[in-house]
């Protein structure tokens, strides 16, 4: 997040999609930002969060749209919501949804697994691009339908936002396996 800093202001309006349980707000409060608000899709984590961090404004939204008018937020994060979102469609209405109230020249961080190489996940996209279409989608043993992404879809679900940054990365995953990842900045030039 020490790149997204040097985009955002401590006082921006900045919105979190699909924020869990807010750890990442809970630490950008902690380093001084003062207009967060957090949604996820999920009652769970949102109750999680509201028990570990009162103090955040978060809350739990089951539609398609964002509950928000246009021209919001100065900056909206996405970390790890397209891995969990496959279907590409999908991910387009996100992106246009967080356009739609992202103000001209707010910021987009994306945070995110790319493909991986090794032989463990080639298999399993292998196995799973005839079902889903898509190169890149997996399924997990405990049912979770999960994404890997290339940078050129990257950066065609943002063709609308000027790319700041575009990192590659090695992240560890929740079942201790390593993954490659990127994080994304860009800007929003509205027509």
């Not at 769970?44 to 570990?52: E, T, Y």
């Not at 469609?89 to 356009?99: A, G, L, M, R, T």
């Not at 609308?160 to 990365?169: D, G, H, R, T, Y």
């Amino acid at each position: 997040m020490k790149e997204f800093e040097k985009y955002v202001s401590k006082n921006m309006n900045i919105l979190d999609v699909g924020c869990g349980y807010g750890r990442t707000l809970n630490e950008l409060h902690h380093q001084g930002f003062i207009n967060l608000t957090g949604m996820d899709f999920s009652q769970g984590m949102i109750d999680r969060g509201l028990k570990n961090y009162p103090d955040l404004n978060i809350f739990k939204n089951d539609e398609d749209t964002l509950p928000f008018p246009e021209n919001e937020f100065d900056a909206v994060i996405l970390i790890a919501v397209l891995t969990c979102t496959p279907d590409s469609h999908k991910q387009d209405q996100i992106v246009e949804e967080i356009s739609r109230v992202l103000k001209d020249g707010g910021i987009l961080y994306i945070n995110d697994y790319s493909i991986n190489t090794d032989k463990r996940n080639i298999s399993r996209y292998q196995k799973f691009e005839d079902k889903y279409g898509t190169y890149g989608i997996f399924e997990l043993p405990e049912g979770a339908i999960l994404r890997h992404h290339t940078s050129e879809h990257v950066f065609r679900i943002t063709k609308n936002f000027k790319q700041i940054v575009f990192e590659e990365m090695i992240y560890d995953t929740m079942n201790g396996n390593e993954s490659k990842g990127f994080y994304y900045i860009g800007q929003l030039k509205k027509l």
